[in-house]
């Protein structure tokens, strides 16, 4: 078995007449924490959506657990244990959280139908879902919609979880308890790739890093080697961590 559940080689992109990736080379290793660093517009969200089949590639190829992905559309990849939080959180406001949690729990036709156990810990990583759970999640804080989006991805087992900036907009003890949800989620063999700007959270959490400007992948390694190192922080980013 490949140390790497998710791969990119040599990923173009283009969205109508612009061309975002340049080739983009990344491999995600299993059951870790991979960040992906860089500059507005060096084309962080444009990867992860790439991954998901919501933009295709326009050349180059995506592996999942060793299977070719790239040509398959965005329901397919998803049924494939994959799960993503966009940016933009893709909450339903008019719905309650409830009613929000229970579309993403494909193995339930009611709430009632719901797995329990697995609710009662992801309560216990985010208090607010159940504190809030028949209210509409229009109604919800910016940091309360983030746990909601990550706690809907997770409603059911995935072996992939892909979240873009889960930490923008949140209040620092808001962002420790987003921390220790992926450190538990790491920890049960969930492998995770988080889209990041605020570099401490990245620190904290990242097992590998991948830094990317203009289209492409510049660095990629440990975080622990680039944590460690300044110089190759503001090389890369812009400022030191």
Not at 9 to 17: L, S
Not at 94 to 104: F, K, P, R, S
Request: aromatic content about 4%.
């Amino acid at each position: 078995m490949s140390p790497n559940l998710l791969e990119l080689r040599g990923v173009h992109t283009h969205i109508g007449a612009y061309h975002i990736l340049h080739g983009v080379d990344l491999t995600v290793p299993r059951a870790q924490v991979s960040l992906l660093l860089g500059r507005n517009g060096a084309g962080k969200t444009t990867t992860l959506r790439t991954i998901m089949g919501l933009w295709r590639a326009s050349q180059g190829t995506l592996s999942f657990g060793g299977r070719d992905i790239t040509g398959l559309a965005t329901p397919q990849i998803a049924g494939l244990n994959i799960a993503y939080v966009p940016e933009n959180m893709g909450i339903f406001s008019d719905l309650t959280v409830q009613e929000n949690m229970l579309l993403a729990a494909r193995g339930a036709a009611r709430a009632s139908q719901m797995d329990t156990k697995r609710l009662a810990w992801i309560f216990s990583l985010f208090p607010a879902v159940e504190k809030f759970w028949n209210h509409p999640a229009g109604k919800l804080s910016g940091g309360q919609k983030q746990m909601l989006a990550v706690a809907r991805a997770i409603v059911e087992p995935r072996e992939l979880l892909i979240v873009d900036e889960p930490s923008k907009g949140l209040a620092p003890a808001i962002i420790n308890n987003m921390i220790d949800a992926f450190g538990q989620l790491k920890a049960n063999g969930v492998t995770i790739l988080l889209v990041e700007q605020n570099l401490h959270f990245a620190q904290r959490l990242g097992d590998t890093v991948a830094v990317m400007d203009n289209g492409r992948v510049v660095h990629a390694g440990s975080m622990q080697e680039l944590s460690g190192d300044p110089a190759l922080q503001r090389s890369l980013l812009g400022l030191a961590l």
